[in-house]
């Protein structure tokens, strides 16, 4: 019997994809399909970074499709491609940056830049090209995180290179000024500076652009929520009922300008003994997810309040690098695979489809 190109479809839409829970015929991962002299050739594209995972769908491919009697030989290729995807009404995309992702908190002290840094390497760790954009002018804490010392350079005229910190492009006012240096300026200078950092550093070629917004849901926080072309904000919070008091407020803000939520992050949600195993929700529990209940968000994960955390970031080595199979870096990279899917399923930016329409008087 031929095998024909309906039978493979049927196989491939009863295969559910593991990470978006959705079949892979649904959810439009199936490219070059072809079938010739029962020979299966089929390209699953996925629409976010997933190196990790490629070896595992490829063989829950295979392994199904060999169900089909008569069949051959089987070829299989798993790969991503991402594309930019829209942003708030009359602002215009970066260039070199496909898409950019706010992590915001509301509240400092919630540990928003450590896992603000921690995602943006567990996305580049699955394949993605990633920056990040330090929005703390007054605590610039990025280039100890990422261990990056020295000042960027200039190539052009109004323009720095990022800064490279463990595969990641990365720009901050600390890589401008002396590490004790107090930055006293008022609310414009701050805005004016980091919209110089974000649209003068020249980008290169990023499919994520992680933007480390400054604590707070001030005049800072809501013109930059208005200025830079967000594709959607993740706010991190503790279960503590102050920190989710500020969470509710940031979340808020990010609606008010119509920038999606991707979801929230549970931070220092448990502590667990070292010595006895012993765990303690210390902060309370439950918190973040109450919150998305309330307000009809993701619960993207909860991270474990631990010191190895703290030591690493502090070391220049956050815990995606100093441990990349460690149970708490498989949290990270579950997070950031999950934020990267549920920006795979926003509406795609269609502005560069369109030609450029000049009128000129002849």
Known sequence: MAVTVENVQTVLSSIMNPDTQSDLMACASIKN???????????????????????????????????????KNIEVNVSSDIVAH???????????????????????????????????LALSAEGASVGILDADIYGPSLPMMLGISGRPESKAENTIEPMAGHGLQASSIGFLINEDSPMV?????????????????????????????????????????????VTGAVIVTTPQD?????????????????????????????YICPSCGHEEHVFGSGGGQKMCSDYGADFLGSLPLNISIREQSDAGRPTVVAEPDGPISMVYQQIARQIAIRIAGLAKDMSSKFPNIVIQNT
């Open 242 to 270: 102050i920190a989710l008091l500020d969470a509710r407020k940031g979340l808020k803000m990010f609606e008010k300008v119509g920038v999606p939520i991707i979801g929230i992050v549970e931070n220092m949600s448990t």
């Open 185 to 229: 300026w008022r609310g414009p200078m701050v805005t004016s500076a980091l919209e110089q950092l974000l649209r003068q550093t020249r980008w290169r070629d990023l499919d994520y652009l992680i933007v480390d917004m400054p604590p707070g849901t001030g005049d800072i926080q809501l013109t930059l929520s208005q200025k830079v072309p």
């Open 86 to 120: 829209t942003v708030q009404r009359g602002v215009k995309l970066l260039p070199g940056v496909k898409n950019i992702i706010a992590v915001a908190s509301g509240k400092g002290g919630v540990g928003k830049s450590t896992t603000a840094v921690n995602l943006a």
């Open 33 to 71: 399909l072809s079938v010739s002299d029962n020979n299966i050739h089929v390209d699953v594209v996925l629409g976010y970074p997933a190196k990790s995972q490629f070896q595992a769908i490829k063989d829950l491919v295979v392994s199904q499709l060999k169900k089909i009697a008569d069949v």
